[in-house]
């Protein structure tokens, strides 16, 4: 047997990048400063990865400079959103400002968009015509999405079958459809083809769709038309949606014709291998790849994503430039906001060592999805991870699903700790 | 056999916290013919490291996702505040063995070795207060 023990492992990987045979160098740029004081790192994104990576720099080492660039002057958070279907919670709830990033964490919060990255001056510029330049970049752009995979449909579809995937006015409409679906309506949720945000995203939003219908408008259905033939919680969601809803959640499996081939927007119809559907409500949710100013900038590959050092998140693209949450590959880790703010965290604490001149301490990497089945039916998935020689892994025999069989009063504390969790990390993040 | 929290609290309570503290002893390398398992666990498992101060910090960020920046939750998940490292050590372990009932550290703690446990129960007992 020739296990190679983690210990062995960071002997190996350290001496490989002290001798910089694992590529690029990585501490790049950090000679001049001889510590992180002056050092001015430029964040993309102020979402759960973009956040809390400028919140934790600035607690890592309060001398460092942090702007942070985001186009929007309030972030709407994709968790919760599917509760604002359910009705169990107000747009105002899931909607967070920058104030605290700017005024509690001395973070420069700027509103604007970054156009272009410059890897090899280390700058970048912005709409407004104005340039940062950085000693690190991290960008933290989310999802953007591959609008014409599937015929008939397009981002001025999405309009009229909206994806809801990313939180804001596309949240209020898609409320709005359902709150105006008749009573014995057919409301269709087309979920994507993987990788995508969110993993349970697309089941929790069934059941709290049908938790609204259900007190709303009883003769109603939720359809799932699904490309894939497994998904996240599988047994949970099937469990939970037939004690809670009974039979009016379906979900259609790709075996079973779930793949939607083609939209007709007018008609309101759905097509797929096997079958036409009628709809009242759609909820198109496309396939996704890294958002754009990644694939503008070179950062990801050819399938959309960005490949990262699993130690330091720093692009196998570019050095000096660390993707971090749903836009990058990390390995095991799913495409979480948890796992966005844990990646950054872990970013962050790598970028102040590499600053400083120093190794990046080893990482810890972790994940808590929470969904709701019902107000108070809740079920999540947890993981630990830790680099290994094979990437981001996760650590065997810990995390995992709730238990299949659990008595209510489990399901009702997930339920509270769900909303629990909610506030904390929204408060860890913007707070 | 599961514990709930009340009983925990008893056992805290009497003051058990000594025995919870001692560091595991390594597994034995003793020649004497041994399951197949066992065996190759004993081989291959070298007594884990003690995380260094930077990894705890490292993995101390990740648990306030749920309990709140620096301990200190903003809703219904309990704080890590307000224990020492004795009270946290022993109920990381509790929930690693399973014997401890919860939702979801039940799960957490298993991916933790018990140097990396005692590790993030001294830093819960000397920095969150």
């Known amino acids: ?431 | 056999m599961r514990i709930k929290n009340h009983t925990l609290t008893l056992l805290l309570g009497a003051s058990l916290f000594g025995c919870a503290t001692e560091p595991t002893a390594p597994p034995a390398t003793s020649a004497a013919p041994a399951p197949a398992a066992a065996t190759a666990a004993a081989v291959v498992t070298p007594p884990a490291p003690p995380p260094t101060a930077a990894a705890v910090v490292n993995m101390i960020n990740n648990c306030y996702s749920c309990h709140g920046t620096d301990g200190r939750s903003a809703g219904a998940i309990p704080s890590l505040t307000g224990k020492n490292a004795e009270q946290a050590l022993l109920m990381l372990k509790e929930y690693k063995s399973g014997r401890l009932a919860a939702t979801v550290m039940t799960r957490h703690a298993k991916g933790y070795t018990d140097a990396e446990l005692e590790a993030i129960a001294n830093y819960i007992g000397t920095n969150l207060k």
């Open chain 1, 1 to 431: 047997m020739s296990k190679i023990t983690r210990r062995d492992f960071l002997k190996i990987a350290g001496a490989a990048s002290a001798a910089g045979v694992l590529g690029h160098a990585p501490l790049a740029g950090a000679a001049k400063h001889m510590g992180s004081g002056s050092a001015r790192v430029v964040i993309v994104g102020g979402g759960f990865g973009g956040a809390t990576c400028a919140k934790y720099l600035r607690r890592l080492d309060p001398g460092i400079a942090v702007t942070l660039v985001e186009p929007s002057t309030k972030f709407v958070t994709c968790p919760f959103s599917n509760m604002v279907l359910g009705g169990l919670r107000t747009m105002d709830s899931i909607t967070h400002s920058f104030d605290a990033l700017k005024n509690k964490h001395g973070v420069n919060v700027m509103h604007d968009t970054v156009t272009a990255i410059d890897a090899g001056a280390k700058k970048v510029t912005l709409k407004s015509g104005k340039t940062l330049s950085y000693d690190r970049l991290v960008v933290s752009p989310g999802i953007d999405f591959k609008w014409d995979a599937v015929q008939g449909y397009s981002e001025k579809a999405a309009e009229v079958m909206p994806h809801a995937w990313k939180a804001g006015p596309q949240t209020v409409l898609l409320q709005k459809k359902l709150k105006a679906m008749k009573d014995g309506g057919t409301f269709v949720i087309v979920a994507p083809p993987n990788p995508f945000r969110c993993p349970p995203g697309p089941y929790e939003r069934a059941g709290m769709v049908a938790h609204y219908l259900k007190e709303h408008k009883p003769k109603s259905k939720v359809l799932i038309l699904d490309a894939k033939d497994a998904f996240s919680k599988q047994g949970l969601f099937l469990d939970g949606w037939k004690k809670l809803y009974g039979d009016m959640v379906e979900w259609v499996p790709g075996a079973k014709g779930g793949a939607v081939q083609a939209v007709d927007t007018r008609k309101m119809m759905l097509d797929t291998a096997l079958d036409k559907h009628k709809a009242d409500v759609v909820n198109f949710i496309p396939a996704q790849t890294a958002g754009k100013i990644a694939l503008a900038s070179g950062l990801a590959d050819d399938k959309g994503w960005c490949p990262v050092d699993p130690r330091t998140f720093e692009s196998k693209m570019h050095p000096g430039i660390h993707v971090i949450g749903d836009a990058s590959i990390a390995g095991a880790l799913p495409k979480s906001g948890f796992a966005a703010s844990s990646e950054a965290k872990m970013c962050a604490a790598a970028i102040i060592a590499t600053l400083k001149g120093e190794t990046p301490a080893e990482n810890s990497l972790v994940n808590t999805c929470y969904s709701l089945i019902g107000p108070k039916y809740g079920i999540s998935v947890a993981g630990v991870y830790k680099v290994t020689e094979k990437g981001i892994t996760e650590v065997p025999g810990a995390g995992g699903v709730s238990p299949k069989e659990a008595p209510d009063s489990f399901r009702e504390n997930e339920a509270k700790y769900t909303v629990g969790w909610y506030q904390s990390i929204t408060a860890d993040i913007w707070g």
